[in-house]
């Protein structure tokens, strides 16, 4: 059996260029994202067994072919011809359709795992090609820490930052489907924050708090604030409460607020009317 920690992401930027229209990836969005990883994580073991089987303690996770992880293990099983079965057990603390791609995260930890106990010894753009056929978001999670993600179109580039930011996590009682944020986007009202993602990086480069939060945004805020508008209420709540900056992460429900400190979160939580979690920058 072998066992890892499954660490997510939030989105700390995130603009929707385009939908593409041709090649392999049409229907996809080119997107502009600054993906940050925290030290929330799921737990995931897998083991050799007689039939492939899927375990998990979150009732709200498929255990079929309809999970990321079961997709993972198949796809890789094909393509180098493994006949081998295992068990994948999945210990949630990410919570589900919240906007932190935890689904994501596990493929990536799946694929790391099976990478080591099939001996296939994958490079690291090996296994990113392998993610790219199960999940745009998978490929991040070769690199994670901070980086700038395209997505579709297949730009992941690492950015260089000792930063060390904290956060408060805003959990509605609620999720919200990433197909229905997609498809209830205004098109006309979209793209055109894209300065600020790049004002954002040169902050995470220079190492620079205020401005990483200050040029925290989200296009998705547009379409799923109308639909939810609590979520846009606890954006507020958040900033209200002293929170530097705030943010839907992906298409949520998950809202988040970013501190300088432990203290300053902790302070911010006790504020907050939702259930929160604190969780800050990973280390390595």
């Not at 999970?67 to 210990?91: E, H």
């Not at 106990?117 to 999670?141: A, H, N």
């Not at 395209?150 to 919200?176: C, H, R």
């Amino acid at each position: 059996m072998i066992k890892k920690e499954s660490f997510t992401r939030i989105t700390l930027a995130l603009d929707i260029l385009r939908k593409i229209q041709e090649g392999t990836f049409k229907g996809y969005h080119e997107l502009a994202i600054i993906k940050h990883q925290i030290d929330l994580h799921d737990t995931i073991e897998i083991e050799s067994s007689s039939e492939m089987r899927l375990e998990c303690d979150n009732p709200a996770v498929p255990l079929d072919s309809g999970n990321v992880c079961w997709k993972a293990a198949d796809l890789i099983k094909k393509q180098f011809g493994i006949k081998d079965n295992v068990r994948i057990i999945i210990q949630k603390r990410i919570p589900v359709m919240g906007g932190l791609a935890g689904g994501s995260a596990n493929a990536a930890t799946v694929i790391q795992i099976l990478n080591e106990l099939w001996g296939l010894k994958l490079s690291r753009s090996e296994l990113i090609k392998i993610g790219r056929q199960v999940g745009m978001d998978v490929p991040y999670y070769f690199y994670g820490q901070t980086a700038f993600d395209s997505e579709a179109t297949g730009i992941l580039e690492p950015i260089k930052t000792d930063l060390q930011l904290f956060f408060i996590l805003a959990l509605p009682d609620f999720g919200v489907s990433t197909k229905i944020a997609y498809n209830t986007l205004n098109y006309s009202m979209i793209g055109f924050q894209r300065s600020k993602t790049d004002a954002m990086r040169k902050g995470f480069e220079e190492n620079n708090f205020e401005q990483v939060a200050g040029f925290m945004h989200n296009d998705f805020e547009i379409n799923v604030f109308q639909q939810f508008p609590r979520l846009s209420e606890i954006k507020e709540e958040l900033i209200r409460a002293g929170a530097a900056g705030a943010i839907l992460s992906g298409s949520g429900s998950t809202v988040i607020g970013i501190a300088k400190s432990q203290l300053e979160a902790e302070s911010i939580q006790k504020r907050i009317s939702t259930k929160c979690l604190i969780c800050k920058t990973i280390s390595f």
